[in-house]
């Protein structure tokens, strides 16, 4: 039971490379989220997709784009990362929009 | 705009004593609350959440009480145990448009001692 898997868990960029950071969950949840976490600001809403081919902006999408192709997957891209994109970032699933979500464990991001 | 707060950024209590953790909101669009506890490295865990409609939500230890009026809610935690020590996150979401906007509180460090 893999719950939500993100990958990498570490990643260091250079200001202006891209990349693309994977979340998967294995739990038929429609509803998916991206946060960054940075410390005093708590967890930030990045993007999020309540289902296949349907996302929307969250609080703090600017320098990320998102897809949801498939239920399971639902990647952040950084299209040219910049310092102030260094954080940790968590992608979360939940059946409905109103019940808890579950986390994967994070993806540590330094932009240098 | 801040529009979750956890204005305490840390608490220490003893252990088997009650743990109060409060959260403030903005928002009066928010329609539901939830609690989260998060360990270093690993992702947060949902733990406890409570609906508008409702002013109290008990689950075992966890007991979260909410104030429409006051736009405040707070998780209590009795007894406390070492293993509480934790971040833990207040959010609060709204149902918009085509989904839900979950926000999120700054945290507040629980530490719980023996």
């Known amino acids: 039971n893999a719950g939500v898997t993100q990958t990498p868990k570490f990643q260091v960029l250079k200001t202006g490379q891209s990349m693309t950071l994977q979340c998967a969950q294995d739990m038929n949840h429609e509803y998916m989220s991206w946060y960054r976490q940075d410390p005093g600001m708590g967890l930030r809403l990045i993007h999020y997709s309540v289902g296949a081919g349907i996302t929307d902006q969250g609080e703090v999408p600017n320098g990320y784009n998102v897809s949801r192709s498939t239920t399971e997957d639902f990647p952040l891209r950084l299209l040219s990362a910049a310092p102030s994109q260094t954080s940790v970032y968590f992608c979360?699933?939940?059946?409905?929009?109103?019940?808890?979500?579950?986390f994967g464990s994070g993806t540590r991001l330094t932009v240098v | 705009d801040q529009q979750v707060k956890q204005n305490s950024p840390s608490l220490s209590v003893q252990e088997g004593r009650i743990s109060i953790l409060n959260c403030d909101y903005t928002n009066s669009m928010f329609d539901y609350f939830l609690w989260y506890k998060k360990y270093p490295a690993e992702g947060p865990t949902f733990l406890i959440s409570i609906s508008s409609i409702k002013d109290k939500n008990e689950d075992g230890r966890f007991t979260v009480f909410l104030n429409k009026s006051a736009k405040h809610l707070s998780l209590h935690i009795v007894p406390s145990q070492p293993g509480d020590s934790a971040v833990y996150f207040c959010?609060?979401?709204?149902?918009?448009?085509?989904?839900?906007?979950?926000?999120f509180g700054a945290g507040t460090r629980l530490t719980v001692k023996p």
């Open positions: 979360a699933s939940s059946s409905s929009g109103f019940l808890g979500y579950t």
């Open positions: 959010a609060a979401s709204a149902f918009i448009g085509s989904g839900n906007d979950m926000r």
